[in-house]
């Protein structure tokens, strides 16, 4: 069925690493691909966006690309940040709806300074 | 106030008592959603409503009871919950627009609900 699989965490970096975190979809037709981002004792937040193949999606430095020939949207960050220590979920339309989301777990990122 | 607000934060309640769960979005959006967030599970889609009329409902038990009185406003009205129903609620909106290839959802900052 329609689902998203990402990264299983917890990931812990050193400040200044760099970040992967994976992100596949199984979806029939061509859904819409986000990133949101939760910080501790808040909502999520839309972090980045892609609405068709090979779009590339960016934002504070997080980049994702909508490959759909590996029908996979990893997120990336050259440089991570204490500051960016939050949980991370991967989502899309994955429905044939432009309203329902299907989300992944999430992954709980930790970085240290 | 801005984005989308959620009152109360936090709930605590016995398996019979009532309670209400609000929230109010100041984005002028048409549709508005109720996700269950519980630890170590995908966010599930419980409600949708746009332009204030119901149009998904995720065979969510019936001790869960929606109302959307206005396009701003959205309410989880809850009675005799079970402890498995404790988790993170968690409130968005967005504007729906036929048409449009993706619908941004933003979300509030949630309220915890633990059933004792």
């Known amino acids: 069925g329609n689902s998203v699989t990402q990264m299983e965490g917890p990931v812990t970096l050193s400040e200044e690493a760099f970040l992967t975190i994976n992100c596949t979809y199984t979806a029939t037709g061509y859904p819409s691909l986000f990133w949101y981002v939760q910080y501790p004792g808040e909502g999520l937040q839309l972090l980045l966006k892609a609405t068709k193949a090979d779009d590339k999606g960016s934002n504070k430095g997080f980049e994702a690309t909508y490959r759909k020939e590996t029908t996979s949207f990893h997120l990336e960050k050259g440089s991570v940040q204490v500051s960016d220590s939050a949980v991370y979920f991967c989502?899309?339309?994955?429905?044939?709806?432009?309203?329902?989301?299907?989300f992944g777990k999430g992954t709980l990122l930790t970085v240290n300074p | 106030e801005t984005g989308v607000t959620q009152t109360p934060r936090h709930l605590v309640m016995g398996m019979t008592n009532k309670k209400s769960l609000k929230c109010e979005q100041h984005?002028?959006?048409?549709?508005m959603y109720w996700y269950k967030q519980s630890a170590k599970k995908p966010l599930e889609l419980m409600f949708v409503y746009s332009l204030e009329e119901r149009v998904e409902n995720n065979s969510v038990p019936s001790r869960f009871s929606p109302e959307c009185p206005n396009s701003s406003h959205l309410f989880l009205h809850l009675h005799t919950l079970q402890p498995e129903d404790s988790a993170l609620y968690l409130c968005a909106s967005s504007q729906d627009s036929s048409g449009r290839s993706y619908n941004e959802q933003f979300f509030g900052p949630g309220t915890r609900l633990t059933v004792l």
């Open positions: 984005l002028g959006h048409n549709a």
């Open positions: 989502a899309g339309t994955l429905l044939g709806s432009n309203y329902k989301l299907t």
